[in-house]
């Protein structure tokens, strides 16, 4: 089975640009979750996708903001990029069933924004 | 409140074993995990341990949870060079429907000595 996909896989944008990033589950996975990874803060939770709908919101600013698809593919936007923007993004993927309780993650995503 | 406690660094020879400890604060937690992260990769499921479990063992894998002290450790037996990395051990806080979010660690850097 192939494993989380995240592409693209680096980004360099400028400052007040916007971003979009993407994700694609392990097939038949149907729950997308967003992490932003700093030096700084560590890992963080950004939001998670199950079935097109937001299930669960971070503590990030209105700037971030995401989707998912009916394949279970999920975006995620960032708006007005800002220096701190800067990080490794991750996204992982879980079936969300009894039983199955591991979430996998793809290679990242890595922003700089200068 | 949501905090996990990670000491940061850890160094071992070659052959011996490597135990890395880990506590958390939410007594409600579910399923406790441990990833491993290499340079300039994403998250590596290592292994999981439900909150009602006192040990799983997986391979050179030793998970122990002590819940009355919302404590957690990772001992791998053996330890060889390929085993040097970030080693992340994190809570997920559920929500309804087996959805939630994971609550990770700043993470232990082991160092593998030949």
């Known amino acids: 089975k192939a494993g989380v996909t995240q592409t693209p896989r680096y980004l360099i944008k400028t400052r007040g640009q916007q971003v979009t990033l993407s994700c694609s589950p392990i097939?038949?996975?149907?729950?997308v979750s967003w992490y932003q990874q700093t030096p700084g803060q560590g890992l963080q939770f950004l939001f998670e996708?199950?079935?097109?709908?937001?299930?669960n919101k971070g503590n990030f600013p209105g700037r971030f903001s995401g989707r998912q698809f009916s394949n279970s593919r999920s975006e995620m936007n960032v708006s007005t990029l800002e220096l701190g923007d800067s990080a490794l993004y991750l996204c992982a993927s879980s079936l969300i069933s009894v039983g199955s309780y591991e979430q996998y993650f793809g290679p990242g995503t890595r922003l700089t924004v200068t | 409140g949501e905090d996990v406690e990670q000491s940061l660094f850890l160094s071992v020879r070659e052959g011996d074993s490597s135990v890395i400890n880990c506590t958390y604060t939410d007594s409600s937690s579910t399923y406790l995990y441990w990833y491993k992260q290499e340079p300039g990769a994403g998250l590596q499921l290592l292994t999981y341990i439900f909150s009602n479990m006192d040990m799983k063992q997986d391979q050179r894998l030793t998970v122990l949870l002590n819940k009355k002290d919302k404590h957690l450790s990772l001992r791998i037996a053996d330890t060889q060079t390929g085993d040097s990395a970030i080693y992340f051990c994190a809570e997920k806080l559920q929500f309804s429907g087996n959805t939630g979010k994971l609550i990770f660690g700043q993470g232990t850097t082991l160092q593998v000595k030949p």
């Open positions: 996708y199950f079935s097109e709908t937001q299930r």
């Open positions: 097939s038949g996975h149907r729950s």
